[in-house]
């Protein structure tokens, strides 16, 4: 499990950082050294070797992967708010976002191969809210936008192949959103 703690049981206790956490031997280990990290969802890779997760600096983030095997991290991608990154259940693309508060036309989701090579704009968008979230089978991620033109909230899922999108259910500022991908034929024959 990874997650992102104050651990106070040092002296001096240590900052808010990255850890990763073995449920069978309650070991806690600490990879994000002493800089915050944090983790979004679908941080882990498909094989669960390796984890991706965000470290911040001053005016800049850090897209970085965690070598469980190896105790080491190397980075993929950087820049004033980038964060959010999400490993595609196929294992061949990290997607993450870009948000520039104070430019919201300079808003966008990238994608880049977990190499570091091949790093590419998927597409732009108004604001960010959350990261994307991918389908089981890779070629879909949903997340949470405005409609063009417009104040309403909107969950949206865009397929990969193309970019076309469609959007599914209108949200408001206040609404939850986290949302999850399920593959069931069972839940199709109801």
């Known amino acids: 499990m990874a997650l992102s703690v104050d651990n106070r049981e040092g002296n001096p206790p240590?900052?808010?950082?990255?850890h990763v956490l073995d449920l069978r031997?309650?070991?806690l280990?600490?990879?994000g050294h002493d800089e915050f990290a944090y983790v979004t969802s679908q941080c882990w890779s498909p094989d669960g070797k390796e984890i991706v997760y965000t470290l911040n600096k001053p005016g800049v983030q850090t897209i970085r992967i965690y070598s469980m095997q190896q105790g080491t991290s190397r980075d993929i991608a950087s820049g004033p708010s980038s964060h959010n990154a999400t490993w595609s259940p196929d294992g061949r693309w990290i997607a993450y976002s870009v948000y520039r508060p104070s430019a919201t036309e300079d808003c966008a989701y990238f994608l880049i191969r977990p190499s570091g090579q091949e790093q590419r704009v998927l597409f732009r968008t108004d604001i960010i809210y959350r990261e994307l979230v991918w389908s089981p089978d890779s070629r879909f991620v949903a997340y949470a936008g405005y409609a063009p033109g417009s104040d309403e909230l909107r969950l949206w899922v865009r397929r990969l192949e193309d970019g076309a999108e469609d959007w599914f259910a209108s949200l408001s500022e206040t609404d939850v959103l986290?949302?999850?991908w399920v593959q069931s034929r069972?839940?199709?024959k109801h």
């Open 178 to 180: 986290s949302f999850q």
């Open 29 to 31: 280990r600490r990879i």
């Open 186 to 188: 069972d839940l199709l």
């Open 25 to 27: 031997s309650g070991t």
């Open 14 to 18: 240590a900052n808010d950082a990255l």
